[in-house]
């Protein structure tokens, strides 16, 4: 299935401003809101079902004898007419 991107967003932020944005999604999550994320004058606003499925990745990319670029990932997923999934962060 090909993908297509419906928002994007790439910025350098302090980690207490990428807390902010989280516990921002977080608390739409709780309350049942959709998400709206905002970049200028994009914007896209999704409604994640009850149950969908959460995917948790790190990931470190690079060559194997050097330094390279670490991440973690944190991506919600749900078909458009269906449901899914279970996980927990310690």
Sequence with gaps: MPEEVLFESESAQSRDDI??????????L????????????ESVTMDPPDRPTFEVKAEREGPADGPGELS???EIE?????????LEIE
């Design 19 to 28: 807390a902010a944005l989280l516990r921002r999604v977080a608390d739409n």
């Design 78 to 86: 749900w078909d458009e007419n269906g449901e899914s999934g279970s």
């Design 30 to 41: 709780e309350a049942g809101d959709a998400i709206t994320l905002k970049a200028g004058s």
């Design 72 to 74: 973690v990932e944190f």
